[in-house]
């Protein structure tokens, strides 16, 4: 508990220990002879104790024009309740609504201390190498890229960068949610907000700390609770409109009924006097305003959103905000890259064919020509060759979107890529009958043979699309611009209902465009890349979900979903996650309105009291409470 929530609590337990022998009393205090007066101080006491917080808002409320809120609705019904010389009913009111406050205030604070464990990842300092070998702790905003950080067993690793000495097993557990340490030496990439656990680090770092993994976390957490979904937003809508409805209803539940009875004077007989007549309506009015108090629905429902944002982000699943939580909860079409999403992206050479050239000469073109290229088939041309390669040897490079590349090699003409580059320069190319990425090289016009390269499929893919269709997924389609044998091969491997093969990028965004008029009534379209040339896509789907997007800035600027790493079971974990949450939320609205419901209605009638209402206030808005944090239970999903 923080200090504001002990301070309340120890308000709560004084006001109890004097309030409760005082109710017990009460019977006998009333055939004293002791001043009426003096009986409503005895009561203040506790009443003040425990509410003088709650009767400050709602005066400050009134006079800032902000009138309808709980805390106008509970200062009406206490102060009512006194008056009609309800004491006990009324100091009872407040402190076990106070009571109820406590509680949803621990809860919040509960989940909002789920969320500030992943805030962890924030370094405090970094270890800056001096020129003569020395440390000095620096703020991680002051090191600049390129300088050697040092990293001692048990501290955070402040800003991303690469290993130059040392060898260690890093935590990356606040990163991905996995507790499995990664194992890291010399020449590997780490990144900020891992924990180093075993041995000493010094690392050249490749990024400022505003550009850092770490950085680009706690901003996409720290904005997702402004982004509100439907739900949420309806709630808001709700509540401006539902209070000031209520407290007209009861002042026309006090006024009304015994103007009717003195009126016609029907039922008269039942009343003992006029002032019996009012005082039993003004109190049914009072017990009416407690009992519609808005605070389980205002409270649980934002309250099951943040848990289960909370949640999902202790997996290693950061999602960009309530909106997208509900979205995701409604996905039924999950299409997906191939490369780095179903498979590995671990390209590697395994054939070359029907080349006039010696493998390693045509090799030597290829990496060449692909030596300024990022891409994973470039990096395998360039590992596959495994020798110095000199830019300066290469001029005029055209990188042509879903064809390949056209560069100038030593004065020559290289044209590298797929079957429609070919097309495009003239040259005639022999098909391949082997299965993977088929790279075609002509050399000034003339076809010159092929480079195959094959990938790897992921451990848990297969498992991934079972996982999706018992989380109720109905379609899983794969978008590819690999050959159709290569697409229906991986298709059949790991149980994807459908593939598109042979897609330029233009054509993944077509492609989803179709899969999106397909879909019905609530139906919602959910697209997972890795981040690479994915950004059109992730942008056109109802939600986007970037995988292994760590170090990866596209990918989080453009994806609704983040994975932080590459395991495509949490995709339907996220779903799972996001359904769980709208569940409990539709919960909430039916338990807290359908208990307020037929209490109000018990009120009207005069068969609930005010300690029913309490009651039931309190009770609700603790199940609710309760049932919103289970959001934060995610793991087992």
């Not at 007549?277 to 003004?282: G, K, P, Y």
């Not at 009958?433 to 390269?453: E, K, P, R």
């Not at 492609?511 to 139906?523: H, P, Q, R, S, Y």
């Amino acid at each position: 508990m923080n200090k504001k929530q002990k301070t309340l609590l120890w308000r709560i337990i004084i006001a109890a220990i004097f309030f409760v022998p005082l109710y017990l009393i009460s019977e006998d205090i009333v055939h004293v002879e002791m001043p009426k007066w003096a009986i409503i101080l005895l009561f203040l006491i506790p009443y003040l104790l425990v509410g003088y917080d709650i009767l400050r808002k709602a005066f400050n409320g009134i006079r800032h024009g902000q009138v309808f809120d709980e805390n106008f609705l509970m200062t009406v019904a206490t102060i009512g309740a006194i008056v009609l010389g309800e004491y006990g009913e009324g100091v009872a009111v407040m402190l076990l609504y106070q009571v109820g406050e406590l509680f949803q205030s621990y809860a919040v604070g509960k989940s909002r201390r789920n969320i500030s464990e992943l805030m962890d990842i924030r370094p405090d300092y970094a270890n800056l190498e001096q020129p003569d070998g020395s440390t000095e702790q620096v703020d991680p905003d002051e090191v600049e890229i390129g300088s050697i950080i040092v990293v001692n067993p048990g501290e955070k690793i402040p800003l991303d960068g690469v290993v130059v000495e040392g060898a260690s097993a890093l935590n990356t557990s606040a990163l991905t949610g996995e507790s499995k340490p990664r194992e890291v030496g010399v020449d590997e990439d780490v990144l900020s907000g891992s924990i180093n656990m075993t041995g000493v680090l010094r690392i050249r770092t490749t990024t400022e700390f505003d550009e850092s993994t770490a950085s680009k976390i706690l901003d996409l957490v720290e904005n997702a609770a402004s982004r509100k979904s439907k739900s949420e937003n309806f709630i808001s809508k709700f509540a401006k409109y539902y209070t000031p409805i209520v407290c007209y209803c009861a002042l026309a539940l006090a006024i009304l009924p015994p103007l009717f009875v003195m009126l016609t004077h029907i039922g008269q007989d039942a009343y003992a006097s006029t002032g019996a007549l009012w005082s039993t309506w003004v109190l049914r009015a009072c017990t009416f305003l407690v009992i519609s108090c808005p605070c389980a629905v205002v409270i649980s429902i934002p309250l099951s959103f943040f848990a289960g944002l909370g949640g999902a982000s202790n997996q290693g699943v950061l999602i960009k905000g309530s909106n997208y939580l509900e979205t995701l909860s409604q996905v039924k079409v999950v299409a997906f890259d191939k490369t780095g999403t179903i498979t590995k992206g671990n390209f590697a050479v395994t054939a070359v064919h029907h080349s006039p050239l010696d493998d390693e000469t045509l090799l030597e073109y290829a990496a060449l020509a692909e030596c300024h290229s990022s891409h994973p088939i470039s990096r395998s041309l360039r590992e596959a060759y495994g020798k110095h390669i000199d830019p300066s040897r290469v001029s005029d490079v055209q990188e042509i979107s879903g064809h390949g590349v056209i560069a100038k090699v030593d004065g020559r003409s290289v044209a590298i890529g797929n079957e429609k580059l070919m097309a495009k320069v003239g040259a005639e190319y022999h098909p391949c009958s082997h299965v993977g990425t088929i790279i075609h090289v002509a050399l000034d016009g003339d076809y010159c043979g092929h480079i195959v390269i094959s990938d790897e499929l992921k451990e848990n893919s297969k498992e991934a699309m079972a996982a999706l269709k018992r989380a109720g997924v109905a379609k899983t389609v794969m978008l590819t611009g690999d050959a159709k044998s290569v697409a229906e091969k991986v298709a059949a491997e790991v149980g994807l209902t459908d593939y598109r093969a042979e897609l330029l990028p233009a054509d993944k965004v077509k492609c989803v465009e179709d899969l999106l008029a397909e879909c019905t009534g609530n139906d919602r379209l959910a697209f997972v890349g890795d981040g690479i040339n994915d950004a059109p896509v992730l942008s056109r789907a109802d939600i986007g979900i970037a995988m292994g997007a760590l170090g990866s800035d596209a990918a989080i600027e453009a994806a609704d979903v983040v994975l932080m790493d590459d395991d495509p079971l949490k995709i339907a974990k996220a779903i799972r996650i996001s359904r769980k949450c709208l569940g409990i939320v539709k919960q909430n609205i039916v338990l807290a309105l359908g208990v307020k419901l037929i209490c109000l209605v018990l009120a009207a009638v005069g068969i609930a009291n005010m300690w029913i209402a309490i009651i039931a206030d309190v009770g609700v808005m603790i199940l609710a409470v309760l049932n919103a944090i289970r959001c934060l239970f995610v793991k087992k999903l």
